[in-house]
């Protein structure tokens, strides 16, 4: 099972970004899915998580300024961000934390490679 993110990039402050976060490999279905972050000497932190059910989770931080959401069909999880700043500068992270697969197997606390989002103010 392989997680591939989407996105990242430079925006001004007060701008939009959507991240995407798409699993492959003979997947079954995914139960709730997550985006977490880590800025520079800092330490990971969670952002937002989404249910099989599409039932939205968000860190105080970023609650009213992003928006995830998921496309079970295409075992895809986004991340809508706007009004962006320079604090939510960090290496964007999406996580899967059981993947069950077509084999009957499950895969447990899968992980994307991360995509950088840059805020300059």
């Known amino acids: 099972v392989q997680l591939q993110a989407f996105g990242g990039g430079l925006v001004q402050a007060g701008g939009s970004l959507r991240l995407s976060c798409t699993a492959s490999?003979?997947?079954?279905?995914?139960?709730?899915m997550a985006w977490y972050r880590q800025a520079p000497g800092k330490q990971r932190e969670f952002v937002a998580a989404?249910?099989?059910?599409?039932?939205?989770k968000y860190a105080d931080s970023v609650k009213g300024r992003f928006t995830i959401s998921r496309d079970n069909a295409k075992n895809t999880v986004y991340l809508q961000m706007n009004s962006l700043k320079p604090e939510d500068t960090a290496v964007y992270y999406c996580?899967?934390?059981?993947?069950?697969?077509?084999?009957?197997?499950?895969?447990?606390?899968?992980w994307g490679q991360g995509t950088l989002v840059t805020v300059s103010s």
């Open positions: 490999g003979n997947i079954f279905g995914i139960n709730a």
């Open positions: 996580n899967a934390p059981i993947v069950r697969l077509t084999s009957g197997d499950t895969r447990y606390d899968r």
């Open positions: 989404i249910s099989a059910g599409s039932s939205p």
